[in-house]
């Protein structure tokens, strides 16, 4: 990013467009910093925005908007901090100097220029694309067609037709790259590990289960999941492992009983949400317990079910619709009946019943009870279980209902 080179063809492309008020996107604060600097001592008033520590070429963000909106500044270079809330209507050009995989970023960024203002006739945006692999994106989401994962992977980026006014000028070498991808037919493998770097970048650092979960395209999630072996979350480690994204001690963790025990907790079968709370009765808010007794299991249900999402599977079913009014006895009835009879006959491996009565876990767990990497993945499956089985249940229900 910070070369000489690529600062001047950013240089050159902006003095052809006049702007009198613009917005630099860069993708950190050494590249703000960098950006201000080579155009203020290329004669353009320019500053960088970012928050912590600030440096030579920065100033407050309220103090830059002011000077940008009354011409004290051309260009303002900043690090995420104008996604949203930016008003400053004379915006005329946006540049876009960082990598943009996230349809959600973009459109922030974008949405900074869009203002309307009785002085600008239209907006510019540059865009010197940084990552090939998501170069159709943007002229995908400036043809005004609503975001769709399978358009932008497979459909050629120059049939495209954008709005009335509205141009798009491509180098020739973008083209060349634009008419491979059209060529190149993706594989599901490909556009999950894709989809993973721009949740990724949404998120600011490696996702977690729940957070690829949440953020993850619904027609990549619903190619995925057809897929065993293709599905992410069926074997997250793993996945994660693929992509070069553990850690050495995690990579350990994978490998051990510890890891095919998450594997169990990411593929064991729901058809209700029972199990959830007797894992996290073992769970224990981080202090992994090897037995768990009725104690345990009375607790852990009640709190599980005492919220409104997971009550569901309660209140729906006419033998325990009226759950909030039970006891201890009832809970451990349910929990012993149901999740632990059936943990203990199916994984065998991990769970059996000792002398007491109690359920407990293999001794093998035990050297992870303090692993924060093993706890970590543990919860996370757990969570991400939970809000994967209310997902499964919303569109199996809209289904019966007709609702696309």
């Given amino acids: 990013m910070q070369i000489h080179k690529r600062a001047d063809k950013i240089l050159q492309n902006f003095k052809k467009y006049n702007s009198r008020r613009a917005l630099g996107f860069c993708t950190s604060k050494a590249h703000a910093e960098y950006m201000a600097k080579y155009f203020n001592e290329h004669g353009v008033a320019s500053i960088a925005v970012y928050s912590g520590e600030q440096g030579e070429h920065t100033q407050h963000r309220d103090h830059a908007i002011n000077n940008l909106r009354n011409g004290d500044l051309r260009v303002v270079f900043s690090v995420d901090m104008f996604n949203e809330g930016l008003d400053v209507p004379s915006v005329d050009l946006v540049m876009f100097l960082r990598p943009t995989q996230s349809p959600t970023i973009?459109?922030?960024?974008?949405?900074?220029?869009?203002?309307?203002?009785?002085?600008?006739?239209?907006?510019?945006?540059?865009?010197?694309?940084?990552?090939?692999?998501?170069?159709?994106?943007?002229?995908?989401?400036?043809?005004?067609?609503?975001?769709?994962?399978?358009?932008?992977?497979?459909?050629?980026?120059?049939?495209?037709?954008?709005?009335?006014?509205?141009?798009?000028?491509?180098?020739?070498?973008?083209?060349?790259?634009?008419?491979?991808?059209?060529?190149?037919?993706?594989?599901?493998?490909?556009?999950?590990?894709?989809?993973?770097?721009?949740?990724?970048?949404?998120?600011?650092?490696?996702p977690n289960r729940v957070e690829f979960f949440v953020h993850m395209d619904e027609e990549t999630y619903s190619r995925a999941r057809r897929s065993q072996s293709l599905n992410p979350f069926k074997g997250y480690l793993e996945f994660l492992k693929d992509l070069d994204e553990l850690s050495h001690v995690e990579l350990a963790l994978k490998d051990s009983f510890a890891g095919v025990f998450i594997e169990m907790v990411e593929k064991t079968s729901m058809s209700k949400t029972y199990k959830m709370p007797v894992l996290l009765a073992f769970y224990n808010d981080g202090n992994l317990k090897m037995e768990i007794d009725d104690e345990d299991l009375f607790a852990n249900f009640k709190k599980f079910y005492s919220k409104s999402s997971n009550a569901v599977d309660m209140l729906k079913h006419s033998s325990t619709k009226d759950f909030k009014e039970w006891g201890k006895d009832k809970y451990v009835d349910l929990a012993k009946r149901n999740p632990v009879k059936f943990l203990v006959q199916t994984e065998n491996n991990f769970f059996f019943i000792n002398d007491r009565g109690n359920m407990c876990l293999n001794d093998a767990l035990r050297d992870f009870s303090t692993n924060k990497d093993f706890l970590n993945h543990f919860i996370d499956a757990i969570n991400f279980r939970t809000k994967e089985f209310h997902k499964n249940r919303l569109e199996k229900k809209n289904e019966k209902l007709g609702i696309k």
């Fill in 106 to 206: 973009f459109l922030q960024q974008l949405g900074r220029g869009l203002r309307k203002n009785r002085d600008k006739e239209k907006l510019i945006i540059i865009d010197f694309i940084g990552n090939y692999k998501k170069a159709n994106l943007i002229p995908f989401l400036l043809s005004g067609k609503p975001y769709s994962s399978g358009d932008v992977l497979n459909k050629p980026v120059l049939e495209f037709e954008y709005p009335e006014d509205c141009h798009i000028d491509f180098d020739l070498h973008v083209i060349d790259i634009f008419k491979k991808l059209a060529e190149r037919d993706l594989t599901i493998r490909e556009i999950v590990d894709q989809e993973y770097y721009r949740v990724k970048e949404l998120v600011g650092k490696r």
